[in-house]
């Protein structure tokens, strides 16, 4: 069965700090991962993608994948308060016409 | 360009009656989806087409939900006879998905469903 689980939350940082956020998937064979904020009351948005073992870098977020501890992560640097969002991983399997797999996210409290 | 549009964007109705609602998605996105998030909850995953076909209809959560796509583009969720506990936010998606290839899901703004 495909799994993705993330930490609920919610996860609070203080203004400036950074913030982790973990993920991890049961399907060894995904190659693709992605990454969602969703403010309250609004639709997810797509932040970035990773497809490659290691690091990627798109202004203040750092996404890191690890296939053969299976999780990905994501880093945010320098947080803000309007960073304060859900956070949802998705992955996407190789084999075939599949849709992504969501995890149910987590929540994130950039306190000021 | 023009992403992902929902319409309605809110919904009213009355238990007993029937809705549908309507995605139109990115231009030239084959795949379409429709997910469900209820208060607080993560994205349920309710049925994907790929072109008008649907490869998997195995998140429709009974056989009073029904959907389909025309022509490539517009996709319409039916729900039948509504129910109190199908009140959520109804998510469309759509991508460029291809054999083997990666599906990055853009998202259109919901239509938030209530039903009486």
């Known amino acids: 069965q495909k799994e993705v689980e993330q930490n609920s939350g919610p996860l609070s940082v203080p203004e400036g700090a950074i913030a982790s956020l973990n993920c991890t998937y049961s399907?060894?064979?995904?190659?693709?991962f992605f990454w969602y904020r969703q403010y309250s009351g609004k639709s997810p948005e797509l932040i970035m993608f990773?497809?490659?073992?290691g690091d990627k870098e798109d202004g203040r977020f750092t996404a890191q994948l690890n296939k053969a501890s299976q999780y990905v992560s994501l880093l945010i640097r320098d947080s803000q308060p309007s960073d304060s969002a859900t956070y949802l991983c998705a992955v996407n399997l190789p084999s075939g016409n599949t849709p992504l797999v969501f995890g149910k996210g987590t929540r994130l409290s950039v306190i000021a | 360009g023009a992403g992902v549009s929902q319409s309605p964007s809110n919904k009213v109705t009355e238990k007993g009656k029937d809705v549908e609602l309507r995605c139109d998605p990115i231009?030239?996105?084959?795949?379409l989806y429709w997910y469900r998030q209820s208060l607080g909850q993560g994205l349920e995953f309710l049925i994907y087409f790929q072109g008008n076909s649907a490869p998997d209809k195995s998140g429709l959560p009974s056989d009073r939900f029904s959907a389909e796509r025309t022509g490539g583009s517009v996709s319409t969720l039916t729900i039948q006879r509504t129910q109190q506990e199908d009140s959520a936010v109804y998510l469309c998606?759509?991508?460029?998905?291809?054999?083997?290839?990666?599906?990055?899901?853009?998202f259109g703004p919901g239509t938030r469903l209530t039903v009486l």
């Open positions: 399907d060894r064979g995904s190659q693709s």
């Open positions: 998606a759509s991508s460029f998905m291809i054999e083997g290839g990666t599906d990055t899901q853009y």
């Open positions: 231009s030239g996105h084959t795949a």
């Open positions: 990773i497809y490659s073992n």
